[in-house]
């Protein structure tokens, strides 16, 4: 029972009875416990979505030496992560191995089978599309991992073959807009379990995930989209047409002229994004032809960039 209310600047005293306890609140604290769907920066409720023509300009773009030298300027960056999916840090270091220094810069680097780093280069061997110089369709990466890597970085070491593109699409405006267009579409795609797995000579992975996962308000919270690791799946068959129609139906809208930003990653750009709200893509090259292309990348958390960018703002 609260017997007496009392402010103070930015702080309100309550006093509590029959006992006498008191506490004190900040009016930023309370205004946050306001009733009302909560939020914690991961689902679409606080992100921005785009299509391409919508950062025309407005890439999320930072020189390296601002945000190694600037708290606001750091914070910036990883804020772009969070609302847009991602941005790019020009002019780091083109040495082996920076791109787990920018890692470190805000979170943990991600370990996986496939190391701390893995190099993006065509290889004689391949045991990874990523690993030649074809053509790579928009999609997430590791969807067969539980939990999939949520950050993944790549850093442009040199880049001098024609072609080879970079691409981006706004997995979570994509599923925005398949949910407008084709409501039942959108529910079979967030009910499914699509079993996903990938394997070598020294790993097995696998998982089973919806395409579009969504949260117990309905908010879109994480998009796997791979194809290449795509299992068949164990379904009634009418139950496997609607998949397939609903899956047809969300690779038609991912695919519209549009929908994907396209750019090239020059020597000492580190592009960082949302492995699980952003598909990144990229287009054919022939590196023995024009030149080499070589890439460094490795994966992180956002839970990392997130703790760092409250820091950095004084979040709650």
Same mark, same amino acid.
């Given at each position: ?19 006498? %306890? ?32 919508d ?12 945000y190694?030298?600037e ?8 804020a772009?992560? *969070? ?55 928009? %999609? ?30 706004? !997995? ?13 579409a959108?529910?079979? &795609? ?20 919806? &395409? ?12 796997r ?28 809208v991912?695919?519209?002229? !549009? ?25 054919a ?5 024009? !030149?080499?292309? %070589? ?15 409250? *820091? ?5």
């Amino acid at each position: 029972m609260i017997d007496r209310v009392e402010k103070a600047g930015d702080t309100v005293t309550v006093s509590f009875g029959p006992d006498p %306890h008191v506490s004190t609140f900040s009016l930023r604290w309370l205004s946050a416990q306001r009733p009302g769907p909560q939020g914690d920066g991961r689902t679409e409720q606080d992100k921005r979505l785009w299509k391409a023509n919508d950062l025309v300009g407005a890439l999320p773009v930072k020189r390296w030496s601002a945000y190694c030298d600037e708290g606001a300027e750091r914070a910036r960056v990883l804020a772009w992560v *969070v609302s847009l999916g991602f941005a790019i840090l020009q002019e780091v270091p083109k040495q082996d191995g920076t791109v787990l220094e920018v890692v470190k810069s805000f979170g943990y680097v991600r370990e996986t089978n496939y190391g701390e780093l893995f190099e993006v280069r065509v290889e004689l061997s391949p045991s990874n599309l990523a690993f030649t110089g074809l053509a790579i369709a928009p %999609h997430t990466d590791n969807p067969y991992r539980d939990p999939v890597p949520t950050l993944q970085l790549l850093h442009c070491l040199s880049n001098a073959a024609d072609g080879g593109a970079s691409g981006l699409v706004d !997995g979570f405006g994509a599923a925005a807009t398949l949910r407008k267009e084709d409501p039942a579409a959108f529910e079979t &795609l967030t009910t499914t379990l699509v079993p996903f797995a990938w394997q070598d000579a020294r790993a097995r992975l696998s998982a089973e995930r919806p &395409l579009i996962e969504i949260d117990p308000l309905g908010r879109i919270r994480a998009v796997r989209f791979n194809n290449r690791s795509m299992q068949a799946l164990r379904l009634a068959r009418e139950d496997l047409v609607s998949f397939y129609d609903a899956y047809r139906a969300f690779a038609e809208v991912i695919s519209r002229p !549009g929908h994907e930003l396209t750019f090239r990653l020059e020597p000492g750009d580190c592009l960082i994004f949302d492995n699980t709200r952003v598909l990144h893509s990229r287009t054919a090259f022939d590196s023995c032809v024009t !030149g080499s292309r %070589h890439l460094q990348g490795c994966y992180a958390d956002m839970d990392g960039l997130m703790s760092t960018l409250a *820091v950095l703002t004084n979040t709650p």
